[in-house]
C-alpha cells in the first residue's frame, strides 16, 4: 500500500515562489507516474502537471513557464516548483501516483493561498 505525504504549502504574496513536496512510501516509486492536481474553493479539481515513468512531462496552460514539476526517485519523492504565483493560483494542491496495472493513490492535500 502505498502511503503519500504533501508538504510545503503556505500562505505568500503575489510573485512568490514555493515548493511542494509530495512524499511516497511503499511500491517501486519509479514505475508510477505522477500528476499534480488542485483543487480551488468552489471548482472542480484540475489537472497541473504530470511526470510519466518515461521521463516526459506535460503542464496546464495555466501553469506552463512558472511551474516545474520533477522527482527524486532515490527519495521516492516528486516535486512542484512553483514560481511566480498568482492569486488564482489559490488551491488545495493533491500528487497522485499512478502505477501502471491502473491502481491509483492520492495525498491528503497542502494549502497554497496567494495574496495580491
Known amino acids: 500500500q502505498v502511503q503519500l505525504v504533501e508538504s510545503g504549502g503556505g500562505s505568500v504574496q503575489a510573485g512568490d515562489s514555493l515548493r511542494l513536496s509530495c512524499a511516497a512510501s511503499g511500491g517501486t516509486f519509479s514505475r508510477y507516474g505522477i500528476v499534480w492536481f488542485r483543487q480551488a474553493p468552489g471548482k472542480e479539481r484540475e489537472f497541473v502537471a504530470s511526470?510519466?515513468?518515461?521521463?516526459?512531462?506535460v503542464y496546464a496552460d495555466s501553469v506552463k513557464g512558472r511551474f516545474t514539476i520533477s522527482r527524486d526517485n532515490a527519495k521516492n519523492t516528486v516535486y512542484l516548483q512553483m514560481n511566480n504565483l498568482k492569486p488564482e493560483d489559490t488551491a488545495v494542491y493533491y500528487c497522485k501516483l499512478t502505477s501502471i496495472s491502473g491502481n491509483s493513490y492520492w495525498g491528503q492535500g497542502t494549502q497554497v493561498t496567494v495574496s495580491s
Open positions: 511526470f510519466s515513468v518515461s521521463g516526459s512531462t
